[in-house]
Every structure is written in C-alpha cells, then in structure tokens.
C-alpha cells in the first residue's frame, strides 16, 4: 500500500493545480501556487522513480525551473501592481469585468423632455453578424452597468447612439456632394464613441469642424480590432455605405494596447480575424495555450507579447496597402496613451504615419483594462470622456490643419485664375 503513497500524493498536487485554475480564470495571483504545485509534483515523481538513471537529476532541474517561474511571476505581478499603486486612479477590481447594457424595467427613458426607447445588445447589433454590425435606423439610449466587488452593480453611463442605414454610427453634415475628399476613420468603441452621446463622439467634432469641405465616415465598432479592419476593406461594406475610390481619402486608426490580444481571439465572424493556414500552429500556441490556459499569467504575457505584435502588424500592413489601391488614401495610426511602447517601436518600424494622442492627455496614467484614469476615461468603465474626445478630435484637426491651408490656397489661386481670365 504505501508504494501508492507517493503516486497519489503526486496525482493529488497535479490535479489541484489543474482544478486552482479551471476555478479562477481570471485570476492573477493562483499562478505562483500552480507552478510551486506542478514543481514539487515533478520533483516528487523523481524521487519515487530515483533508482532509474538520471529521473533524479531530470525531475530537480525541471523543479528548480518552476521554482524560478515561481519567483518570476511574484516579481512581475508585484512590478505591475506597484506600478499602478503609484499612480491615481480607479482600480478595475470587478469579477470578471462583467458589464451588460441594461435593458431592465422600463423600455424608454426620458431625456431632453424626448422619449426614447432603451436599448439592449440583443436588439443592436444584426442578428448571426456577431456584433460586426448594428441594425440600421436605430437610435436610442445605451445604459450600461458594471457588476462591482459586493454583488451591486453601478450604471457606468447612459449615452444616445444613432446608427445609420448602413449599420455605423450616424455622422452629422454628411454632404450630398458624394466627390468630396472623404476622411475615413477605424478602429473600435473608442472610435464608434462607446459611452458619449452622438454630439460628443470625436468623429462627429472633425465632422462640425470640417462639414462642406470633406466627406466623413465612421467605421469604429465595439469590440473590434485589426483583423475587423481588414475585413471591412476586404468586403463590400464601405462601398455599401456610400464611399467612392480616388477621391483623395485619408484613413485614421485609432489603436488601443489591447488590439495585439484582440487579433488572436475567434469571436466574431470575419474570416480575417483566424489565422491563415501556415499560421496554425501559432495561433494554436496564442489562442489555445495563453488565452484558455495561461491567462493573466505575467510571465506568458511577456514571452508571447512578440507573437501578438507579429500579428496585429500584419493585418494593419495589409489593411494599409488595401486602402491605396482602393481609395488612394494614405493611414494614419492615432496612437492612444495606453499604447506599450513595443507596440510603438513596431509602427515606427513598419513605416506607419503616427499620430501620439498622449501629447494632447500629458497626464494620462491609466492602463486599459486595468485600471481607469478618472481625468480621462469614464468611472468604472475606462472609455474616454466627452472631453477626452474633444482631445482626439483637436489632434486630428491640427494634424490635417496643414493639408487644409494647402486646399485653402490652391482653391484660391484657381479662383483668382477664372478672376484673371
């Protein structure tokens, strides 16, 4: 009996660590308790089977290397920890980062002295489009809620979205004049204005500041990434939605640091978003080991953080080459402040023109999707503010300002030209 002893306790510490994780997915702090587990199970196994040659030997090493993923994960959860300890701001300590839109109780809410009907996730978007889409013609208002840590939940905002006929954010002052040099903006929540009422989404500012000189367009989904952008080029939906090609287009993608993780996951229903054929076996690693399994790990972020930029880079590439075959149009990266700086390096590498919101939010200090930066970025939720978004609208402005005066003087010496004849 007591030769099973040590099998059973071996067995036993394998499961546990196995069980530890299936039971907190999204915790951070079990990962050094698994990998001490997993150690002494292997070390464990090596003295049981010590009279086989070098077992021993093998089961230290592989012991003395989790004991150091032990020690490494400590320090860099207590790296990350410290350094948002130090600065101000609200933690995202929410289970699971629950957060819904709140379609409960009545159907309509008053606002403005107008009534409007509350919408729900379910009635936004088109159905089987996996949130690729919204439903035309709609508008109303979006209530979210967070769960918090006692079980209450808190209405994060309450914000009137309107959605065009094509299934995007309606855009004011769109002219009739379809000819007019279009500017074309991507991206996500950040960009569609998750949380802000239509008057207040950056695009519709560029759009007041510049109606009757350009045509705009807003492309931003929640939820998306590079591998929806590309998508979007790809299919008929900005043809669908009015854009014409060579109009002298410029296109703006406004990045978030968690668009490199977003490329590798499989919700939605663009076939951009899996990966191509000889890149299986790496999204297998990606998606199956370090997203299922290894995630909120600080020591897979850093080995896998090459592959996702590998990936992220790719699609924005091929997005990028599309757009000046298509539209004639140059892209632009709007980089926001929560942007890691090898995601930076690898856009300055690849030749991307960079627009740095972070010089228009110097005291920006939060992290997305951990922690909130309350000067910027709405309480418990993290998407930016209206006055964030008169930020970002300010920076687009006084980056295409010099394109504008060209336009400006070029219309007026052909005016003086007719003048002459």
């Excluded at 207590?78 to 948002?84: N, Q, V």
């Excluded at 079980?151 to 007019?180: C, M, W």
């Excluded at 989404?201 to 931003?220: A, D, F, H, P, W």
Aim: aromatic content about 14%.
């Amino acid at each position: 009996m007591k030769k099973y002893i040590l099998p059973l306790v071996i067995l036993f510490l394998f499961l546990s660590a196995c069980f530890i994780r299936l039971l907190s997915p999204g915790v951070a702090a079990v990962w050094p308790f698994i990998y001490a587990l997993l150690g002494t199970a292997v070390l464990l196994t090596g003295i049981q089977l010590r009279n086989k040659k070098y077992f021993l030997v093998v089961s230290q090493v592989i012991f003395a290397f989790f004991i150091a993923l032990t020690m490494a994960e400590i320090f860099f959860q207590s790296k990350i920890r410290g350094e948002l300890r130090s600065e101000n701001g609200l933690y995202m300590t929410l289970p699971g980062n629950r957060i819904w839109w709140d379609c409960s109780g009545s159907k309509t809410v008053v606002r403005n002295g107008r009534l409007l009907p509350l919408l729900s996730g379910t009635e936004a978007y088109v159905p089987g489009s996996n949130c690729m889409f919204f439903n035309p013609h709609i508008h109303g208002i979006h209530r979210s809620r967070r769960l918090l840590d006692d079980g209450k939940s808190v209405i994060t905002f309450e914000a009137e979205y309107t959605i065009n006929e094509h299934g995007f954010r309606k855009v004011p002052y769109l002219s009739k004049q379809p000819d007019l040099p279009p500017l074309l903006f991507f991206g996500d929540s950040f960009t569609f204005g998750e949380g802000v009422n239509d008057d207040e989404v950056y695009v519709n500012l560029i759009s007041e500041k510049l109606k009757g000189c350009r045509n705009i367009y807003n492309y931003g989904i929640p939820g998306r990434d590079p591998a929806d952008f590309l998508f979007y080029l790809k299919s008929k939906c900005l043809e669908r939605s009015g854009l014409k090609g060579n109009l002298n287009a410029r296109a703006f993608y406004l990045i978030i640091n968690d668009h490199k993780y977003r490329v590798i996951h499989t919700h939605g229903n663009s076939e951009y978003r899996y990966f191509s054929g000889k890149d299986k076996a790496a999204r297998f690693i990606c998606y199956w080991l370090r997203e299922r399994f290894l995630y909120k790990s600080a020591v897979s972020d850093a080995v896998f953080n090459k592959i996702y930029n590998r990936r992220y880079l790719l699609y924005l590439q091929e997005a990028k080459a599309i757009l000046a075959k298509k539209y004639g149009s140059d892209l632009t990266i709007l980089i926001y402040p929560d942007c890691s700086g090898d995601m930076i390096k690898e856009l300055s590498a690849a030749g991307f023109k960079l627009l740095f919101l972070k010089k228009y939010m110097p005291e920006y200090k939060g992290y997305h999707a951990r922690k909130i930066d309350l000067k910027y970025e709405i309480p418990y939720d993290g998407h930016p503010t209206p006055a964030t978004h008169k930020l970002i609208a300010r920076a687009v402005l006084e980056y295409l300002a010099p394109v504008g005066q060209e336009q400006a003087t070029d219309a007026a010496s052909n005016s003086k030209g007719k003048a002459a004849k």
